[in-house]
Each structure stands twice: as structure tokens, then as C-alpha cells.
């Protein structure tokens, strides 16, 4: 193996603001559908994106090809099973009653935690391509965070905006949209495979 190398600033930007465009599109439609979302509750899902794509590259560059290619075999998969399980319970609530309540599980701990494995997910492979590239983890994973958290944080905040001004409906609309982004992994993952 050749000495440790590290990336370019501008290829880790780049890369890093390309992985957090999943969790940015959630946390936005988080937002959305919560219409008013809180700057804590904004922070806890962002800090719990940023977190995970911080320890997703590094799980994936400690595993070296272990578990990686089984990983990627299924990621899409599982990140679109996450996103269409919070999506289809939120347009379930959204026409129950007490509509304002339920909303508040948007950001409960466990639709958190199940959003952060969806939108982190890929972000093992990544760490097992830097890996290969004999780049150091540490320095890419922590600005795989914090451009993550960032995004997510304005997409989080920018949503719930959007959401006051669009009134009812917001939650089962945000719902369907994280169908959609996971279909959107799933049919991604699908065309690179066979292009």
C-alpha cells in the first residue's frame, strides 16, 4: 500500500456537498411537513445527518472491501425501504386525526435515526473508495459532516417556510416526496449498475 494521502480541498467540497444532497432534500421536506419547525428540532435532525455522514465513510474505510460490497449490493434498497416507511407514516397521519400531534413524529428519535441511516447509507462506499485511493478518512469524514449539517440545517428551516405558506396537506405532500427520493436512490443506483 502506498504512504496515506489526503484529497484536495475543492474534491473533498465537492464530494462532501454531493453526499449531503439526500439528507438536504429530507430535511427539507422535513420541514415542509412539520410548518413549524423549530431551529432545536431543525438542529437535532441536521446534527444527527451530520453525525452519520461522519460515521458512515469511516465504518466503510475501517471495513476496507469486507462488508462493503455487500453493503453496496442492498444500500439502495434499504434507504429507499426507510424513506417509503416515514413517507407512508406520514400520509397516514396526515389524514387521521389530531393531524398537528402527529405531526410532531416527523422528528421523533426514531424517524431520526431511520432518516439518518437512509441518507448516510452510500456514504460507506464512499469511505471504502478512499480507502482504495489510500486517502486518510478522518479529515474528508468530519467535512462530510459538517457541509451535511449545513445543508440540511437551511434545507430543514427553508422547508418549514415553505410549509406555513402552503397551509394543510403539507405532511401527507412530504410524505409522497420522500417516496419519491427514494425511488430516485433506488432508480439512481439501478442506471449506474446498467447504463
Do not use: C
Not at 67 to 72: K, M, P, Q, W, Y
Not at 111 to 123: E, T
Request: glycine residues 10%; proline residues 2%.
Amino acid at each position: 500500500m502506498h504512504a496515506v494521502k489526503g484529497l484536495d480541498p475543492m474534491s473533498v467540497l465537492l464530494l462532501a456537498v454531493g453526499l449531503a444532497m439526500d439528507a438536504f432534500s429530507v430535511a427539507t421536506v422535513t420541514g415542509f411537513s412539520f410548518k413549524k419547525l423549530s431551529l432545536r428540532q431543525a438542529s437535532k435532525v441536521s446534527l444527527s445527518f451530520g453525525v452519520f455522514h461522519v460515521f458512515m465513510p469511516v465504518v466503510g474505510w475501517l471495513a476496507g472491501s469486507t462488508i462493503v460490497l455487500l453493503v453496496s449490493s442492498y444500500d439502495h434498497w434499504a434507504a429507499f425501504l426507510l424513506l417509503a416507511f416515514v413517507g407512508g407514516k406520514m400520509i397516514y397521519d396526515a389524514f387521521g386525526k389530531h393531524e398537528a400531534s402527529k405531526s410532531l413524529r416527523v422528528v421523533d428519535n426514531l424517524n431520526v435515526l431511520l432518516f439518518s441511516v437512509a441518507v448516510s447509507i452510500d456514504a460507506v462506499a464512499v469511505g471504502l473508495s478512499l480507502y482504495s485511493e489510500d486517502v486518510y478518512i478522518l479529515l474528508p469524514a468530519l467535512a462530510f459532516g459538517t457541509v451535511t449539517f449545513l445543508l440540511s440545517l437551511g434545507g430543514a428551516l427553508l422547508g418549514s417556510r415553505t410549509g406555513r405558506l402552503m397551509g394543510r396537506g403539507t405532511q401527507a405532500l412530504g410524505g409522497a416526496i420522500l417516496i419519491a427520493i427514494g425511488l430516485r436512490i433506488v432508480f439512481t443506483h439501478i442506471y449506474n449498475l446498467h447504463p
